[in-house]
């Protein structure tokens, strides 16, 4: 029997009824067509699925939708929306292309909510810090230089800092 849920997804009210076992990563991918949030191992190793709850970075493969009820929700496709009329990317978005910081993208919407979420986490735009914070998140195809440079850019233009 499918149960209520209520959230709010990158800013718009979702309504809908899921089975109790229907995890988030599904309701974002298949129900609400959100396909930026990527599943990739089922066990929340890599990351690749990571979206904010509430501000919080979370692995959507490891979260029942219900856990997600009366939560706020962003997925990689509310950090700038599409309709957004200039086109302008979130700040973390433009450091991961200026620096190079994805290759395949397969990882790249997890790692850069996971990175979003830092700058709250009071992360320093420093390397070794933000690989520390990026050791829940894994790419096979980059190296990280790109990666991390690109999240210490981002933090530090989030956070109105210069350099």
């Not at 709850?53 to 219900?66: H, T």
């Not at 599409?82 to 395949?104: I, K, N, S, Y």
């Not at 909510?113 to 790419?139: F, I, K, W």
Request: proline share 6%; charged share 15%; net charge negative.
């Amino acid at each position: 029997m499918d149960e209520p849920l209520e959230l709010s997804v990158n800013g718009r009210p979702v309504r809908c009824r899921v089975p109790a076992e229907r995890l988030l990563v599904a309701l974002l991918r298949e129900d609400l067509g959100l396909t930026g949030t990527h599943q990739g191992c089922d066990t929340a190793q890599c990351g690749a699925c990571t979206v904010l709850v509430d501000g919080a970075p979370v692995k959507s493969c490891n979260l029942l939708a219900l856990q997600a009820d009366g939560s706020q929700v962003t997925t990689i496709e509310g950090l700038a929306p599409a309709d957004q009329a200039d086109g302008t990317l979130h700040p973390m978005q433009q450091a991961f292309g200026e620096h190079h910081g994805l290759q395949c993208g397969f990882c790249t919407p997890g790692m850069v909510l996971r990175a979003v979420a830092m700058a709250a986490e009071g992360v320093p735009a420093e390397p070794a810090a933000v690989r520390y914070a990026l050791s829940g998140n894994l790419c096979r195809c980059t190296g990280y230089e790109g990666i991390v440079a690109a999240v210490c850019q981002g933090l530090r233009q989030m956070r109105g800092e210069a350099g």
